[in-house]
T-cell receptor, first 116, second 113 residues
Framework: DVKVTQSSRYLVKRTGEKVFLECVQDMDHENMFWYRQDPGLGLRLIYFSYDVKMKEKGDIPEGYSVSREKKERFSLILESASTNQTSMYLC???????????????FGDGTRLSIL | AQSVTQPDIHITVSEGASLELRCNYSYGATPYLFWYVQSPGQGLQLLLKYFSGDTLVQGIKGFEAEFKRSQSSFNLRKPSVHWSDAAEYFCAVGGTGRRALTFGSGTRLQVQP
């Protein structure tokens, strides 16, 4: 069974801090994704990666960056955390699917991040 | 651009009653369609998916969904709801040449005893 592990379930940080959210998958998936989930807005894509060191912006990349140095690990970085980044963050992964979005995504349990 | 609309933010049904959750999508070609469920405090779990072929697809936990191209819909159904089905449900659409999915805003299901 695919396992996507997010390093923290809950995280509290202060405004202006640099914040790292880590995600690891164990199924050798090519694609990895970071979403934020807010009530009434569903899941919004922040960034995704389709290969090591490769990344693409999603719908809401402002204020975030990502890093993928190894295939199994995908990190989300909040360069200077702000209160409007308080949210639930979900990581997901899937197979390449030939460059099409036809492979189911497998999700971690999420990190609830609070910025004070 | 692709988009997904889930018109119902919140639905309450009685245990044992039937369920239908609505999903409408916008996409220029044949879509890849998914339904996911999220229990409280957890990530999303895939219920079922549609790529092509038979427009009625069966999923896990007794759920099914029907793809209707003429209505741009992919509604989720279950004949008899159990209390454990209380959760949030998300519809998502993908497509050719695009790696990422677009998710709807979700429908929260409450089940009354």
């Amino acid at each position: 069974d695919v396992k996507v592990t997010q390093s923290s379930r809950y995280l509290v940080k202060r405004t202006g801090e640099k914040v790292f959210l880590e995600c690891v998958q164990d199924m050798d998936h090519e694609n990895m994704f970071w979403y934020r989930q807010d009530p009434g807005l569903g899941l919004r894509l922040i960034y995704f990666s389709y290969d090591v060191k490769m990344k693409e912006k999603g719908d809401i990349p402002e204020g975030y960056s990502v890093s993928r140095e190894k295939k199994e690990r995908f990190s989300l970085i909040l360069e200077s955390a702000s209160t409007n980044q308080t949210s639930m963050y979900l990581c997901a992964s899937n197979r390449a699917g030939g460059g099409h979005s036809n492979q189911p995504q497998h999700f971690g349990d999420g990190t609830r991040l609070s910025i004070l | 651009a692709q988009s997904v609309t889930q018109p119902d933010i919140h639905i309450t049904v009685s245990e044992g009653a039937s369920l239908e959750l609505r999903c409408n999508y916008s996409y220029g070609a044949t879509p890849y369609l998914f339904w996911y469920v999220q229990s409280p405090g957890q990530g999303l779990q895939l219920l079922l998916k549609y790529f092509s072929g038979d427009t009625l697809v069966q999923g896990i936990k007794g759920f099914e969904a029907e793809f209707k191209r003429s209505q741009s819909s992919f509604n989720l159904r279950k004949p008899s709801v159990h209390w454990s089905d209380a959760a949030e449900y998300f519809c998502a659409v993908g497509g050719t040449g695009r790696r990422a999915l677009t998710f709807g805003s979700g429908t929260r299901l409450q089940v009354q005893p």
